[in-house]
């Protein structure tokens, strides 16, 4: 990342990368680091974080061992640490920007919503799949592995819980799961259930943007 320029770098998991802080600090990148709760949120603010981020149960992905809500969890978090804090977990709209601002948060992250766009590098089935889903067509899986994701309820997902429903070995879901799998599991939030497009990203950015303006300002009359 030093040698290619880049002044930003983001981690996250279950442990902070301690050995490498020390790095990020001596080569002056802004270190965020993303996490699930507020006891993990002050160890790395405390460690030196200059930004963190934090992603609610509605998230797709992994969803961390908490189980909560971006709407508890940001603002328990804003109150704990004195850094910016970045929220997310079902944010595809404007009102969701607005929400997660209202929360306290000084940005959003997203995932979902833009795997739904031109830019998009998978098949165009997979979007229209996506298109046509709801916040009902997602489910959680490898709990049993300590690493509970929440994906798109498919074929391959409920192979996965089955399995894991069965006390399968670990390698035996693992060849469910993995990434070569072109068939296989696929990481979705909740907040697909908004997603109604296939926009640019610049026609989705601008009009998440004005959509958040115009909500609140509903607030300031």
Not at 60 to 84: E, H, S, W
Not at 120 to 142: C, F, G, P, R
Request: proline share 2%; with cysteine.
């Amino acid at each position: 990342m030093a040698d290619n320029g880049l002044k930003i770098v983001e981690t996250s998991g279950h442990h902070a990368p301690e050995t490498l802080v020390d790095r990020f600090k001596d080569l002056g990148m802004t270190w965020i680091h993303k996490c699930v709760g507020v006891r993990y949120a002050k160890k790395v603010e405390a460690m030196g974080a200059d930004v963190v981020a934090v992603v609610g149960y509605e998230n797709g992905g992994a969803t961390g061992r908490l189980d909560i809500g971006t709407m508890v969890l940001v603002p328990v978090v804003v109150d704990a640490v004195n850094v910016p804090v970045i929220g997310g977990g079902g944010i595809s709209n404007g009102r969701g920007l607005a929400a997660v601002l209202s929360l306290g948060a000084e940005a959003i992250i997203m995932g979902t919503r833009l795997l739904v766009t031109k830019e998009a590098q998978i098949h165009d089935n997979i979007k229209t799949a996506l298109l046509n889903a709801s916040e009902l067509d997602t489910m959680l899986v490898m709990r049993s592995l300590n690493a509970t994701h929440r994906v798109l309820n498919n074929e391959a997902a409920n192979k996965c819980l089955e399995l894991e429903n069965n006390n399968a070995e670990f390698l035996e879901v693992y060849e469910v799961i993995k990434g070569e799998n072109a068939k296989g599991i696929l990481a979705c939030g909740q907040g697909i259930g908004l997603t109604r497009d296939i926009p640019t990203l610049k026609e989705l950015f601008d009009r998440m943007a004005d959509e958040a303006e115009r909500t609140l300002l509903r607030f300031s009359n």
